[in-house]
């Protein structure tokens, strides 16, 4: 089979590997047909990472079952399913707590995509070896679409967890989201489907303000902070100073939920965050226990998320084309089939 490798810089390519076989009764081969990159990729592809270069990338994807242990009981094969990111058993201490992210069976921060906790290979390949189906796959609900739902696997999933919880709690809230890719618009889509009572959507991009707008969110190119104007702050920019302002627009005992990666130090108005009490959580998505209700949400209509798709192409222009600075690309093999 073949791995899609992050090479160099703003190259991916080709890299022939051994087909993954099963390695015990609970695991499960899938052919991803349907994936996607993550906002992170973006930086990571533009150089700006922290990880050397050569690894598999990718850890957004649906996936036909392939092949299956014979305990699995979950899936089957012929089955579309979502592949969370991270590696999780389901049974330790932190999976049953629902931190999947932090599985206490593999060491810390095994995913796919990059080469933390272990090497699992990515989601851009044509043939992945899940360790523990029953906990880790989650069937695709029929009639949901795979190439809108390919970022289920991490950020679909993940901007339901940063905004419906809070909405449910504070009904009518008032939400900022400072952003620059899928992410904080999955979530206006989201907050305008779950009653926010505004949504202010800040990002540079005219494309991405206009897709903001179509769910029904104010928008800006820029943020000059609004001193106790938002219940509820997302962002989602990797951008320490973005961060802060998002902090400093909280009323007071607001939340702030930061979904980027932040790789440039920075610093943050601490006194101020102090003053106002706010809470603030940067934190990686345990996104396995988020995505039967991401999915849930996905299935009602309420919401769009293939409108956040920019690009639907195939399989074999990875190389090509993944680099190259999309909004949300979605690359799809034949749907029918499992075939690698």
Not at 85 to 111: D, E, Q
């Amino acid at each position: 089979m073949r791995e899609l490798i992050y090479a160099a810089r703003k190259r991916v390519e080709w890299r022939e590997a051994p087909d993954p076989v099963l390695r015990s009764d609970r695991e499960a081969i899938v052919a991803p047909v349907a994936a996607t990159s993550c906002d992170v990729d973006s930086a990571i592809l533009a150089g700006h990472g922290f990880l050397e270069p050569p690894f598999a990338i990718g850890h957004e994807a649906v996936a036909r079952v392939v092949d299956i242990g014979d305990a699995v009981t979950g899936v089957a094969p012929g089955d579309l399913v979502v592949v969370p990111w991270a590696i999780n058993c389901g049974s330790c201490t932190a999976c049953t707590a629902g931190l999947t992210a932090h599985c206490a069976s593999v060491p810390h921060m095994a995913m796919y995509g990059a080469p933390l906790g272990g090497t699992w290979g990515g989601l851009f390949s044509d043939l992945v070896r899940v360790p523990w189906a029953d906990a880790m796959l989650v069937p695709l609900p029929p009639g949901l679409d795979p190439v809108a739902m390919a970022s289920a696997s991490d950020n679909w999933s993940l901007a339901w967890r940063l905004v419906a919880p809070h909405l449910k709690a504070r009904p009518g809230a008032r939400v900022l989201v400072i952003a620059r890719g899928s992410i904080g618009l999955y979530v206006c889509d989201i907050a305008r489907a779950l009653g926010a009572g505004d949504v202010l959507y800040v990002d540079p991009d005219p494309e991405h303000r206009k897709l903001a707008a179509g769910f029904g969110a104010r928008t800006a190119e820029i943020l000059e902070p609004v001193r106790h104007g938002f219940d509820l702050a997302i962002e989602a920019t990797g951008r320490v100073a973005e961060l802060a302002a998002a902090l400093q627009s909280l009323a007071p005992e607001g939340f702030c939920e930061s979904a980027g990666n932040h790789f440039r130090p920075g610093e943050l108005p601490l006194l101020d965050m102090y003053l106002t009490g706010v809470t603030l959580r940067i934190a990686r998505d345990n996104v396995r226990a988020h995505i039967p209700d991401a999915l849930a949400l996905a299935a009602t209509g309420d919401v769009d998320p293939r409108r956040v798709v920019s690009h639907v192409l195939d399989w074999e222009e990875l190389p090509d084309a993944l680099a190259e600075r999309r909004l949300k690309p979605v690359f799809v093999r034949d749907l029918r089939s499992a075939d690698a």
